[in-house]
């Protein structure tokens, strides 16, 4: 159980295109789900925080223009990075939390951006 | 601010040897969990201790809490290659209105065969 998948798992896209992110927990209904951004060989850096049918809360000094969340239901999550560009190449990460009872989260896959 | 410091940040040991990763805190948190994460996939839990001085144990990996609930560690005994990975501690404070997870830097750790 507590299955979070991600897609894609990698994109690689031009300079000013826009790209999204799905995140879905395909056997739990998530009450929250966060975004993080990890750089090569450091850890995990929250961006934001999503609740179902609300605005994301964006962590500081995090675009709320340039990375768009969108938390329609209790299973999907996306994150747009829009007009992207090569500083925004990294390794984004969702993860979803099933109640408010606990802080445990359940972390997607992972998907690699490069933007060229 | 709370921060969670893990040491040390790099490890690379034989395969058979034990060894113990700590996060450290000056803040009390209400609970902490450890994670590993291999490369280019996503942190996977391990375990989560709630109550000062609780000891967890995962097969070979025993997961201590403080007492005083500020900092945690992690023994994993006869360590395999398989166990290399980035080790993560992530707390939530008391205090925490947001419901955000804090991660440390993470400790890397390489079992060598």
């Known amino acids: 159980g507590a299955v979070v998948s991600q897609h894609p798992s990698w994109v690689i896209c031009k300079s000013g295109t826009s790209v999204k992110i799905e995140c879905r927990s395909l056997?739990?209904?998530?009450?929250?789900m966060f975004w993080y951004r990890q750089f090569p060989k450091q850890s995990l850096m929250l961006m934001a925080t999503?609740?179902?049918?609300?605005?994301?809360?964006?962590e500081q000094g995090v675009e709320k223009d340039k990375f768009l969340i969108n938390h329609a239901s209790l299973t999907l999550s996306t994150l747009t990075v829009t007009s992207a560009h090569p500083e925004d190449s990294s390794f984004y990460i969702c993860?979803?939390?099933?109640?408010?009872?606990?802080?445990?989260?359940?972390f997607g896959p992972g998907t690699r951006l490069t933007v060229l | 601010t709370q921060l969670l410091e893990q040491s040390p940040q790099f490890l690379s040991i034989q395969e058979g040897e034990n060894l113990t990763v700590y996060c450290n805190s000056s803040?009390?948190?209400?609970?902490l969990q450890w994670y590993r994460q291999e490369p280019g996939e996503g942190p996977v839990l391990l375990v989560t201790?709630?109550?000062?001085?609780e000891v967890k144990k995962l097969k070979r990996l025993t997961f201590q809490f403080g007492d005083a609930r500020k900092d945690s560690s992690l023994h994993i005994t006869a360590a395999q290659p398989g166990d290399t990975g980035l080790y993560l501690c992530?707390?939530?404070?008391?205090?925490?209105?947001?419901?955000?997870?804090?991660f440390g830097k993470g400790t890397r750790l390489h079992i060598l065969p």
């Open positions: 056997d739990f209904q998530a009450t929250t």
């Open positions: 201790v709630v109550t000062g001085g």
């Open positions: 993860s979803a939390r099933w109640t408010k009872s606990t802080y445990e989260q359940f």
């Open positions: 992530a707390g939530v404070s008391p205090t925490n209105r947001d419901d955000k997870i804090i």
């Open positions: 803040s009390v948190f209400s609970s």
């Open positions: 999503s609740n179902e049918g609300s605005k994301a809360t964006y």
